[in-house]
């Protein structure tokens, strides 16, 4: 029994250094713009920021979701900013795979096409439906803080539990519109099924 118990607390230490270290890349290299900009302790919203930067690094797209080699990479706000200009300031000379980080803030689902990753504000919950439709034609990335925004359709949820930012994803969904996600992401987030 002690050596069961032994292999499980082995187990479980590497799990959770694990989740250690991909939590550290997540956060790894945030631009010093950002840094000086965070609060001694930062905001809901704030971190939630910085992730959305970050899944980036996670996730991969289809080529036919840049038109050209030097499209840059756009992440799309439809609705209520909820970041203010924080989240100009976290993108600000960030780069994917040398392509260039960009802010679109939608009002008009028009403009979705030029998305790859888009976060659906709390102010859009009562037209979701008609987000998720729209979007679920095109390799982007949707993330939300709405809540049960993954059991609608949604690839990755904000949430908060003890007082602290934690994610749902749905790596389904995200396969489904032909993107591939990075199983370190996975191990961090908590896997819908």
């Not at 859009?124 to 034609?137: D, H, P, T, V």
Request: hydrophobic residues 45%.
């Amino acid at each position: 029994m002690y050596y069961i118990n032994y292999l499980f607390s082995i187990h479980y230490a590497k799990k959770l250094l694990s989740k250690l270290l991909i939590m550290s890349l997540l956060f790894y290299a945030i631009p010093t713009q950002a840094i000086q900009a965070l609060p001694k302790m930062p905001s809901e919203s704030q971190l939630q920021a910085v992730f959305l930067l970050r899944f980036g690094l996670f996730v991969h797209w289809p080529d036919s979701a840049f038109d050209n080699t030097e499209n840059s990479l756009n992440i799309c706000i439809v609705g209520n900013n909820p970041f203010g200009d924080f989240f100009n300031s976290v993108i600000k000379d960030e780069k994917y795979n040398e392509r260039k980080v960009n802010a679109l803030y939608l009002s008009e689902l028009e403009s979705l096409p030029q998305c790859h990753i888009l976060f659906v504000s709390e102010s859009e919950i009562y037209r979701l439906e008609q987000i998720m439709e729209a979007s679920a034609n095109f390799p982007i990335l949707t993330v939300s803080n709405i809540a049960n925004f993954v059991n609608r359709g949604g690839m990755i949820e904000f949430y908060l539990r003890n007082n602290k930012v934690r994610f749902m994803i749905d790596p389904q969904t995200i396969r489904d519109v032909n993107l591939s996600v990075n199983a370190n992401l996975l191990r961090v987030g908590d896997v819908v099924q």
